[in-house]
């Protein structure tokens, strides 16, 4: 029977440790949280600038819906592009200062779009071995050639773009890296980009609001010029506090993602209302600053605490300048006690494994928050410190 199989499947997943579930909170997100009538400080949210709770934008999405109704009804191209989506097209793009954005549901949707829509057949695209999920599955959907390069090593890549004999060409890339929380040397990635003809495409889901002038990200981090090559793709509910993501970049490119991006295509769009608030959501990044300096502190109040207790434990801190900050423990088990002990005295921080980051590297991935303060960060460094 398949069903048989399927438990088989189950049961191997509790015997590795491997089974995920998940936990209802009773209260709404932010680095307090109520869990099963416990009330838990959390380290596991991407609420980098601690929006999500933000009255102003509660207000604006509030406002959104008696405005705009509950749902947009259909997909974009159907009818279900509204004023309020027109406008947050034309408000990402100007503070991106790029030509033109595209809004999506999520950002797993946008990064089905892009790749499949650029690239296929016969082409190659060359990715970091360490990019998010979304971005590996855009690449089976493309049916180009999957070409990985080792982590962050530029020069295998460009080994790679050299022995290509692919038409097309496409780099991909997070900006940030979700589990590690290192960067790509976006800079390099695009002399290399352009020295070969191809598209760079970058997944900015952790660096948008985070990084660079005002949150624009990591192109305004790097400095880098606009690019017609460079494609350039954001989520909308970690630090912009609200949910869905955007792609930014030349015309044509956003042109040709309206007509062929089949995620945008045959979706609905997301309500009104989510394009309302979030209009407020950049205005807040923008004027976030206060809140930018206030987590830097706290990352480097934390890593500050980390960096001896991870040398004394035998556990590694990740090479991270931003708000998340793995602590690689290894071993999966070890990895779900800490996370157990941390929780035991009150404090949430999950523990990452398999198959979502390499084999013996399962870690705490500590996430920080401007909603956090700074005895928040000296209360989880006591409970790692307590740790049996
Ligand atoms: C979260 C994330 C996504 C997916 O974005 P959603 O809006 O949550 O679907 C894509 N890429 C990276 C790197 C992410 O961290």
Request: glycine fraction near 10%.
């Amino acid at each position: 029977m398949v069903f048989d199989e399927l438990e088989l499947a189950l049961a191997e997943l509790d015997r590795a440790h491997l089974r995920r579930h998940r936990r209802v909170l009773e209260s709404p997100a932010g680095p307090r949280v109520t869990v099963e009538g416990r009330r838990l400080l959390s380290f596991c949210s991407n609420d980098y600038l601690g929006l999500a709770a933000h009255p102003e934008l509660i207000a604006a999405l509030a406002e959104g819906a008696r405005g705009w109704g509950a749902g947009s009804g259909a997909s974009a191209l159907l009818g279900g592009h509204l004023v309020p989506h027109e406008a947050l097209e034309q408000r990402l793009a100007g503070f991106l200062g790029l030509p033109r954005a595209l809004t999506f549901t999520t950002g797993y949707l946008a990064n089905l779009a892009v790749t499949p829509a650029l690239v296929g057949r016969g082409d190659e695209v060359f990715a970091d071995r360490l990019n998010h999920a979304s971005l590996i599955d855009a690449v089976v959907l493309s049916r180009a050639r999957h070409r990985r390069y080792p982590h962050n090593d530029s020069a295998a890549l460009e080994r790679l773009l050299k022995s290509s004999t692919a038409r097309r060409k496409l780099i991909l890339t997070d900006s940030v890296f979700s589990m590690d929380g290192d960067m790509a040397a976006l800079d390099r990635l695009l002399v290399l980009a352009e020295e070969h003809d191809a598209w760079l495409v970058v997944d900015d889901a952790h660096g948008f609001g985070v990084l660079g002038q005002e949150g624009r990200g990591a192109l305004s981090h790097f400095g880098l010029q606009a690019s017609p090559r460079l494609v350039l793709m954001g989520t909308l509910g970690k630090a912009a506090g609200v949910g869905g993501a955007f792609v930014a970049g030349d015309e044509r490119v956003v042109e040709w993602l309206i007509s062929r991006g089949r995620s945008y295509v045959f979706s609905t769009a997301p309500p009104p209302a989510l394009a309302a608030a979030l209009l407020m959501s950049i205005d807040l990044i923008e004027a976030g600053e206060g809140r930018r300096q206030h987590l830097q502190a706290l990352i480097t109040r934390l890593r500050g605490g980390l960096a001896p207790l991870a040398f004394r434990r035998g556990w590694r801190l990740a090479d991270s300048a931003g708000p998340i900050q793995p602590l690689i423990v290894g071993d999966t088990g070890k990895a779900l006690e800490l996370s157990a002990h941390l929780e035991r005295l009150g404090l949430w921080v999950p523990a990452i494994r398999p198959p979502t980051v390499p084999e013996g590297s399962s870690r705490l991935r500590i996430s920080l928050s401007a909603a956090h303060g700074e005895s928040d960060v000296d209360t989880l460094l006591a409970a790692l410190e307590a740790a049996p």
